[in-house]
């Protein structure tokens, strides 16, 4: 599953690198109805590729994470047991899927780290390298969760997990939703396993994090900490 907004240069690419896996894998695109046409190529990849790829439109641009919250809605009622996220900038590259569903017969949540090897970022600048670890160190102080990194956003679910979410509950809405929904996972007592990926910075579009993004999650992880 992945949300789209204005990624129309990413997607046909997207599309393929997960279908190259050769696993089997269906494809969801939520798109937040995209002024750049977006959500008119997925119609067409859909077309294209008849039970491989499916869209679920919605009206108009809601935040990350209830396009997120619709995706898993739409998967968990389809009867899927694993469902994946990722984003559609290429950022997520598509060669770890086959671990992280692996990894899954031994966890019910597995979250695609970029620093659990040391750093495999590629082409950050030094002062959003910083943002991202300070954030990660962040969340591991105020939560109490050591993973390395919360705040990624490809993760690989057990379906059962997911329905165990109160997801008419989560109260983020920018980033801010990864950490919330993993902690969420987390005391609920579902297993959370890392696996090292590289990530990769867009070529194409633009990055959506701004400074209300930011707000958000600092006060966002306090909270977390305080609802728990």
């Known amino acids: 599953m992945t949300p789209t907004y204005n990624e129309i240069g990413n997607l046909e690419e997207l599309v393929a690198s997960v279908r190259r896996q050769a696993l089997g894998l269906h494809i ?15 119609d067409e990849l859909s077309a294209q590729t008849p039970g491989e790829v499916s869209v679920l439109h919605r009206p108009g641009k809601q935040g990350l ?42 966890c019910d949540l597995v979250l695609g780290s970029r620093y ?34 919360s705040t990624g956003g490809y993760k690989c679910w057990r379906a059962e997990a997911l329905r165990s979410i109160d997801l008419d509950g989560v109260f983020s809405n920018g980033y801010l939703f990864q950490v919330e929904m993993t902690y969420k996972a987390l005391k609920q007592g579902f297993r959370i396993a890392e696996v090292p990926i590289i990530f990769y910075e867009r070529n194409l579009g633009n990055s959506k ?20």
């Open 65 to 106: 994470a209830k396009a997120y919250v619709a995706g898993f809605r739409y998967a968990l009622s389809a009867g899927y047991d694993v469902i994946i996220q990722m984003d559609a900038d290429l950022s997520h590259d598509a060669s770890y899927l086959s671990s992280m569903i692996t990894k899954l017969d031994e």
């Open 28 to 42: 969801l695109v939520v798109d937040d109805n995209s002024p750049d046409g977006t959500g008119r190529l997925a």
């Open 116 to 149: 659990i090897d040391g750093i495999n970022v590629v082409n950050w600048d030094i002062k959003r390298l910083v943002l991202s670890k300070v954030a990660a160190r962040y969340v591991q102080l105020v939560t109490g969760m050591r993973f390395t990194d």
């Open 209 to 228: 994090i701004d400074l209300g993004i930011i707000v958000e999650a600092l006060w966002g992880v306090i909270r977390l900490r305080l609802r728990s």
